[in-house]
């Protein structure tokens, strides 16, 4: 049964635009939010509305009559503390809040696979193995896990935290070809992680069928995810590509280029 109101935060960027199309059967409202500029709405199952997620009162209005969330918004990528902290660390923080106090039960975390960026490739990873966050965007990740596990002990509110490797059209690396996550699998766990009973706060892997993944995905069984897709037939285009050299943080570590980001003291 559809929920009666939906917030997809992070709606105009990469991964909520196909959202914003993708999880429309799954409530009578979406509610869409960012920061930045999104398509007007096409009707009375969308509401889109403009909200910084570091300004706790616009967040705590954001949540008025939400049933679940899909928290998407924020920095994406590697980037100094001082930007993180916002939108990553309050901002979070803030959907929380704003969920306890609003009554939303369910929220759907865009965790990352640079929680654990800094393990090597190939090592084999469950959702139990040591976090190892390869910088502060990583850690911000890593904190909204723990606010989750929190929340859910504290008041009831159940996540899932989706560790999602790289989800794009096509993988564009070698790297990506063990992290890849289809838009269609994306979609199916997110679905999963709305619609699941029990689920209290569990933490998965967003990452496709693919050949020599890292990643033992057992921890997602109770969502009953089975991927469909898988990178394999992406390989051939992505191994014309130049080898880059074997110590590339791309080719040693399971975060690849973020592993290599910074320092920022003089920003
Ligand atoms: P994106 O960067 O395209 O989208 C993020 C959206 O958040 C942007 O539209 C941006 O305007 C918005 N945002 C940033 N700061 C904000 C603020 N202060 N208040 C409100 N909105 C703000 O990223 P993408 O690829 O769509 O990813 C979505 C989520 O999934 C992000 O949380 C990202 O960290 C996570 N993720 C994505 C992966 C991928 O491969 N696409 C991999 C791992 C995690
Ligand atoms: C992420 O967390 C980023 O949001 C995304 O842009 C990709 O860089 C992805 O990880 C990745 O590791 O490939």
């Not at 997620?53 to 899909?70: I, N, P, R, T």
């Not at 269609?184 to 999963?192: G, I, Q, W």
């Not at 898988?230 to 992505?238: K, L, N, T, V, Y």
Request: proline share 7%; net charge negative.
């Amino acid at each position: 049964r559809p929920y009666g109101r939906i917030l997809l935060t992070g709606a105009a960027g990469g991964l909520g635009k196909v959202l914003r199309e993708t999880l429309r059967p799954h409530a009578r409202v979406l509610r869409l939010s960012d920061i930045a500029p999104m398509a007007p709405s096409e009707g009375p199952h969308e509401e889109v509305v403009v909200c910084d997620l570091s300004d706790k009162d616009a967040v705590d209005a954001l949540m008025e009559g939400v049933d679940a969330v899909v928290h998407l918004g924020g920095i994406s990528v590697e980037r100094p503390f001082e930007e993180i902290i916002e939108a990553n660390i309050r901002g979070t923080y803030h959907i929380y809040e704003a969920a306890r106090r609003h009554g939303a039960r369910r929220i759907v975390f865009a965790s990352s696979n640079h929680v654990i960026g800094f393990h090597r490739q190939g090592v084999r990873l469950d959702s139990r193995s040591p976090r190892r966050p390869d910088g502060y965007y990583g850690l911000s990740k890593s904190f909204g896990e723990d606010l989750a596990s929190f929340y859910h002990d504290r008041y009831g509110i159940e996540t899932v935290s989706v560790r999602i490797g790289s989800s794009f059209p096509a993988p564009r690396n070698r790297r990506m070809m063990h992290t890849w996550l289809s838009y269609r699998d994306l979609t199916d766990l997110v679905r999963r992680g709305l619609f699941t009973p029990g689920v209290g706060h569990t933490v998965v892997y967003g990452a496709s069928d693919n050949r020599d993944g890292w990643w033992d995905n057992s921890g997602a069984a109770i969502l009953g995810y089975v991927p469909q897709d898988s990178s394999e037939p992406f390989r051939a285009e992505i191994e014309r590509q130049p080898a880059p050299p074997a110590d590339d943080p791309d080719q040693v570590y399971q975060g690849g280029a973020f592993t290599a980001a910074g320092p920022y003291e003089n920003m």
